[in-house]
């Protein structure tokens, strides 16, 4: 299979960097060859190598050196391998304060040039795929956990005393769409966002079910060369990637009991072996775990190991759903009418109609905040709207009458050939949503599409309550 990297060649000797691309086209480079520093720069950048074999030395016009230089200026990411028939440390050492990746002494062995520029790209690939991992669970939005209700606060001042202690693991459960992954990156911040570096700690994320099962133990663990048929190179997994840092292991309550006893050796340990190796390497991580299910019941039915349940419930943090945090419902909508708002280019939205707060705060939310982020969302892209109102919002929150149509096929009434006193259809409705809901006159006023206070009204009229 090709290795698909793409080689820049820069000296003014000819025939060295014909024979050198020859040979890397052997193993599966693609080459790219020039013998002058004449434009040397755009012509590097506009060809984007994933490395460079750059002559310090290079006759006329700039030197090796200089083109290093001004490489570094547009902040290029790729590996810069400096060639040298200087056998003095001098040039070596510039070039490397330069910042150069490595130097090769001419004439040189072609197998060292693989070695080291294998060497080089197995670096970078790895500082990519750190970038994209961290680049993939950063925060799209705030990274703030947003509420203020009893509940919410109670769970923001537990999961930091925990974070701030420094404990080695947490358990967050909770329904989906609660916010645990935005829980996870506050743990994070409060663990370690008083470090001056703190951009660079790793936080990286992954969901145990997202992945096939053929590879969710070589992404968690990494493996050796040749330890499976696909196995080409050494690979780390996402425990020594977020070395230094923060893991958070979603819905960690679907892993297979084979992986659970690995992960279980990791947090007593601190050390990770990868597939087919021999070596445990020592780890230190905040790991973060994270489900939607009853671990406590998947213990019992024999789904979940007990002693990893145990060492993991030690630090639990319990998300409650959205309907039982009181009046958070109007702070997210808040914040998500003004984040999405900026976010698509649409003019802010001033407010939310009392009879709209009335139908958010009265919605259960089965989809919890998830499930209000996305009607929001979908609100401000498709309404054009000074407030929010009621009939903004979907249908099956009560916002919006149905047509005619669909009324007459879901509604049915039956008009008595002696005919019917008017107030004693509106009574028997009322005493029936009363009864349907337990005297709950809020729901009851959700049922009927009134309001509270007429409800209420109307209540008393009848003598209803």
């Known amino acids: 299979m090709l290795k698909q990297e793409r080689i820049f060649l820069l000296d003014d000797d000819e025939l060295i960097i014909t024979m050198l691309a020859r040979a890397l086209r052997k193993e599966g480079y693609e080459t790219h060859l020039l013998n002058s520093s004449e434009q040397a720069v755009e012509k590097i950048c506009a060809w984007q190598p994933h490395a460079l074999l750059l002559d310090i030395n290079l006759g006329e016009g700039l030197s090796g050196l200089e083109i290093l230089e001004k490489l570094q200026a547009e902040e290029v990411d790729f590996p810069i391998i400096m060639l040298t028939a200087d056998d ?33 790209l197995a670096n970078s690939r790895l500082k990519n795929e750190v970038r994209y991992l961290k680049g993939s669970t950063s925060a799209s939005m705030s990274r703030t956990f947003i509420g203020d209700s009893p509940a919410t606060l109670k769970v923001l001042g537990n999961a930091r005393k925990m974070a701030e202690a420094g404990v080695q693991s947490t358990l967050i459960t909770g329904k989906s769409g609660t916010g645990k992954e935005i829980l996870a990156r506050n743990l994070h911040y409060w663990r370690f966002g008083q470090s001056k570096d703190f951009d660079s700690i790793p936080y990286i994320a992954i969901n145990c079910t997202a992945l096939p099962e053929s590879l969710i133990e070589s992404e968690l663990f990494g493996h050796v060369k040749g330890s499976f048929t696909d196995a080409k190179t050494d690979k780390q997994g ?44 020592p ?114 929150m009560g916002g919006r009458d149905k047509n005619t149509t669909e009324k007459r096929k879901n509604f049915h009434i039956f008009l008595p050939e002696a005919g019917i006193a008017l107030e004693e259809v509106e009574r028997e409705l009322i005493r029936l949503a009363l009864q349907r809901t337990d005297n709950n006159m809020t729901k009851a006023a959700k049922l009927l599409q009134v309001s509270y206070d007429t409800l209420r009204y109307q209540a008393k009229k009848y003598e209803l309550v």
């Not at 040189?108 to 060497?119: A, C, D, G, R, T």
């Not at 292991?249 to 597939?275: A, C, H, N, W």
Request: hydrophobic letters at 40%; glycine letters at 6%; charged letters at 30%.
């Open 88 to 120: 003095s440390a001098e040039s070596a050492v510039r070039a490397m304060r330069y910042g150069a990746a490595d130097y090769l002494n001419k004439p040189f062995n072609v197998e060292e040039v693989k070695i080291v520029l294998e060497k080089l």
């Open 283 to 396: 780890v230190d991580i905040y790991i973060i775990a994270s489900t939607n299910r009853d671990i406590k019941q998947a213990v019992e039915k024999g789904d979940f190991r007990e002693d990893l349940y145990y060492r993991l419930n030690s630090f639990a943090i319990h998300l409650p759903p959205l309907n039982a945090r009181e009046n958070d419902v109007l702070i997210l909508t808040k914040h998500f009418l003004e984040h999405f708002a900026g976010k698509y280019g649409k003019k802010p939205v001033e407010g939310i109609s009392k009879e709209a707060e009335k139908l958010l705060k009265n919605y259960t939310w089965p989809g919890n905040v998830r499930e209000l982020r996305n009607v929001i969302e979908k609100c401000v892209v498709m309404e054009d709207m000074g407030i929010l109102a009621a009939e903004n919002l979907p249908l099956d």
């Open 238 to 281: 996402v425990f020594e990637l977020a070395n230094g840092g923060t893991l958070l292991l979603d819905e960690i309550g679907d892993m297979r009991p084979e992986l659970q006893s690995k992960l279980l050796r990791v947090l007593e340990e601190r050390t990770v072996r990868r597939i087919g190796g021999k070596v445990d390497l």
